[in-house]
């Protein structure tokens, strides 16, 4: 099982970035995905996540209105459109997947992506 994440980079606080991951090895459309991050010097948080079939996303409360989970089964795809950026939103961000219903703790997830690095400046 591989999940590929993509699509990190720089940008100056207020803008905009979008992530990809895409599966492979796994019967994707039977596995919620979720987005997670990992500042430097703290605990991986959980930023968003969504069931198999894409609906009831879930997020966490500081990205509430600024980031959108959405997923394409058909490309084995998960996506996390986040805007208006913060600094505080600077970290790796790792994509997960699970067979459970939506699971909200890092612990719960089987499978996990690279990381991307997103960095917000001020």
């Known amino acids: 099982v591989q999940l590929q994440a993509s699509g990190g980079g720089s940008v100056q606080a207020g803008g905009s970035l979008g992530l990809s991951c895409t599966a492979s090895?796994?019967?994707?459309?039977?596995?919620?995905t979720a987005w997670f991050r990992q500042a430097p010097g703290k605990e991986r948080e959980f930023v968003a996540a969504?069931?198999?079939?894409?609906?009831?996303?879930n997020y966490a409360d500081s990205v509430k209105g600024r980031f959108t989970i959405s997923r394409d089964n058909a490309k084995n795809t998960v996506y996390l459109q986040m805007n208006s950026l913060k600094p505080e939103d600077t970290a790796v961000y790792y994509c997960?997947?699970?067979?459970?219903?939506?699971?909200?703790?890092?612990?719960?997830?089987?499978?996990w992506g690279q990381g991307t690095q997103v960095t917000v400046s001020s």
């Open positions: 997960a997947a699970d067979p459970g219903v939506v699971p909200l703790l890092a612990s719960e997830y089987d499978y």
């Open positions: 090895g796994l019967t994707f459309s039977s596995y919620a």
């Open positions: 969504i069931r198999w079939i894409g609906s009831s996303p």
